[in-house]
């Protein structure tokens, strides 16, 4: 059983939490360890105290020194606290060794952060996303564990491998394990399928899609409604949305788009969370537009940009055109920090997603993006290919069409992305460029 699962039936819940710097970084780590109290913050847990710790080496047994341990497990006793959380990744050895020395349970950053997404789970995908990423963390981990992971033994498919004489505990459970990942991976494969024909069905629609991307906790949900006055979940915690939400919008042209809430980024997600939650995030690579949320009243707006699309990266959206929403600017104290951010990032609008303001000149940025991803062609077509324009047209809008003999003459707009099955038909300088004609 995993830490976190016995801090939610505990009355008692005071964190003292752990952080490690180099020469200089001192700030950056008390940044740092301010962002994980409000991931204590959001999973329940009250923060006693925070101690950024400087570390030339790591100790392969117990990843701080022995002088450090014994601080720790000094103040751990005076503060009475619960649990012991480090904002760095240790390893499991790590860990058990730690917790002998300590007396005391002690997790580290992934560890927490599943706890929070196991929290905030709602839809079956989401939580069998937590699932998988919960067994592959404790997977390496099962020597350290108290209590034995429930099993079921009926039947004979886990008959089988529960013989074997003088097999060891430990290696009975990571079997199980093992077979776990294999069930949850099967049915997140079942519910990947469903989200592609709902994307295929959005995708056939021909709209162009937003997805609102940033770090968690910048702002996105508020926009989301803000916008829309769509019942979404806004709240003032990390990670306060896990499950993508889908809103049809109209901007001030008519225009219909589909904008897409997404999971927050945030510093040093956990790699199996990135793998779990990679059907989740393709919403976001999936998208025509991304609306880049940063909140300028955080200390750290720039790092957390900076994260935001490092991630963004690694799942290959660093390409798709980008609207940075400097929000919160209600809240900005700094006019620098501001104008450092405009620098530093094109097409940028300031807002306040709370107070609707600057929505003026987002809502004429969104038109533009969506007037660049589609193009006006003029086409003669012969009547018995009509079937092409048909398909053409599920994403495309018709502006005027006439017939003339066997041909019809329509002018339309349509994505970018439809262009090659019509390029054929388009009359350039008052002539019809027929299919396999020269120019």
């Known amino acids: 059983m995993m830490v976190w699962r016995s801090l939610l039936e505990s009355e008692k819940k005071g964190a003292l939490l752990i952080g490690t710097y180099g020469q200089g970084e001192k700030n950056l780590c ?149 077979k776990k990942i294999d069930r949850v991976k099967e049915e997140l494969a079942e519910v990947k399928k469903q989200r592609a024909q709902q994307r295929r069905a959005r995708e056939r629609e021909g709209l162009p899609t937003f997805a609102i991307i940033g770090y968690t906790n910048a702002g996105k949900s508020t926009l989301m409604h803000s916008l829309t006055e769509a019942d979404v979940l806004v709240e003032d915690k990390l990670f306060a949305t896990l499950d993508p939400t889908v ?4 901007l001030p042209n008519n225009q219909a788009i589909l904008l897409i809430d997404t999971v927050g980024f945030i510093r040093k997600i956990p790699h ?34 900076e994260e935001t699309l490092k991630v963004l990266k690694e799942l290959g959206g660093a390409h798709l055109p980008m609207i940075t929403l400097l929000n919160k600017v209600d809240r900005c104290k700094s006019r620098l920090e501001i104008d450092r951010l405009r620098f530093l990032y094109p097409k940028t609008v300031e807002v ?55 041909d019809i003459l329509v002018d339309l707009e349509i994505p970018y992305s439809l262009e090659h099955k019509l390029i054929q038909y388009e009359i350039q300088s008052g002539n019809a460029r027929l299919p396999n004609e020269s120019v």
């Not at 009926?154 to 505990?169: D, I, M, N, R, V």
């Not at 989740?280 to 200390?299: F, K, Q, Y």
């Not at 003026?360 to 086409?379: F, I, N, P, Y």
Request: proline share 3%.
């Open 30 to 178: 008390e940044e740092h360890l301010e962002e994980l109290a409000s991931l204590c913050i959001t999973f329940g847990v009250e923060t006693k105290a925070r101690l950024p710790s400087p570390l030339r080496e790591i100790s392969p047994a117990t990843f701080l020194g022995k002088g450090k341990v014994e601080e720790i497990r000094l103040l751990a006793q005076e503060l009475n606290v619960e649990i012991i959380v480090f904002d760095d990744e240790i390893s499991p050895q790590q860990q058990k060794n730690l917790e002998k020395l300590l007396a005391i349970p002690v997790i580290d950053r992934t560890e927490l952060i599943l706890g929070v997404f196991a929290q905030r789970a709602r839809t079956r995908e989401a939580k069998l996303q937590v699932e998988l990423a919960s067994i592959e963390y404790q997977l390496p981990r099962l020597r350290r564990l108290w209590t034995h992971l429930s099993r079921q033994r009926t039947g004979g498919a886990s008959g089988g491998f529960l013989k074997g004489e003088g097999e060891k505990q430990i290696e009975i459970d990571r079997r199980l394990l093992r």
């Open 247 to 250: 809103r049809k919008f109209f």
């Open 272 to 305: 199996q969370l990135i793998a779990a939650f990679k059907s989740t995030l393709e919403e976001a690579v999936g998208a025509d537009i991304l609306l880049h949320l940063i909140d300028v009243s955080h200390p750290a707006a720039r790092s957390q940009a």
């Open 352 to 406: 306040s997603a709370l107070q609707r303001q600057g929505f003026d000149l987002l809502l004429e940025l969104m038109m533009k993006e969506t007037a660049s991803l589609r193009k006006q062609l003029h086409l003669r077509i012969p009547q018995d290919h009509y079937h092409l324009l048909a398909k053409a047209l599920e994403g495309g809008k018709i502006l005027s069409m006439e017939y003339e003999e066997n």
